[in-house]
């Protein structure tokens, strides 16, 4: 099983799964919502209060997470769903992981 994979859109390595994520934890997501410009950069995630697995949709797994910020703000959402590509568990759903992509950048996107 794959841990890490690098990004296409923000040049980052993103965890592949649960498992990783969990690893990589606080510093990785403040790193990722400086990237995308979700948190100010004074800012960082502080602690994660929920990781866990959910199940359903076509492709990959899924997470609700939710995280503790340094600076609380209202414009700053804590509960939060994680979508990997990946499904290294189930083959069929594994080939969808292409699929993201427009996802991702639909997501960016929608933040200007």
């Given at each position: 099983?794959?841990?890490?994979?690098?990004?296409?859109?923000?040049?980052?390595?993103?965890?592949?799964?649960?498992?990783?994520?969990?690893?990589?934890?606080?510093?990785?997501?403040?790193?990722?919502?400086?990237?995308?410009g979700?948190?100010?950069p004074?800012?960082?995630?502080m602690?994660?209060?929920?990781l866990e697995?959910?199940?359903?949709?076509?492709?990959?797994?899924?997470?609700?997470?939710?995280?503790v910020y340094?600076k609380?703000?209202?414009?700053?959402?804590?509960?939060?769903?994680?979508?990997?590509?990946?499904d290294?568990?189930?083959?069929?759903?594994?080939?969808?992981r292409?699929?993201?992509?427009?996802?991702?950048?639909?997501?960016?996107?929608?933040?200007?």
């Amino acid at each position: 099983m794959i841990d890490w994979s690098d990004g296409d859109l923000l040049g980052l390595a993103f965890p592949t799964h649960r498992e990783a994520l969990q690893k990589g934890g606080e510093d990785f997501l403040t790193r990722a919502f400086h990237a995308t410009g979700a948190i100010a950069p004074d800012n960082r995630v502080m602690r994660i209060s929920q990781l866990e697995e959910c199940s359903g949709g076509s492709t990959g797994r899924k997470v609700l997470l939710s995280v503790v910020y340094e600076k609380p703000a209202g414009n700053l959402h804590t509960a939060l769903f994680v979508k990997f590509s990946r499904d290294f568990d189930n083959a069929i759903r594994d080939r969808a992981r292409f699929q993201m992509e427009a996802e991702v950048r639909l997501g960016l996107l929608s933040r200007t």
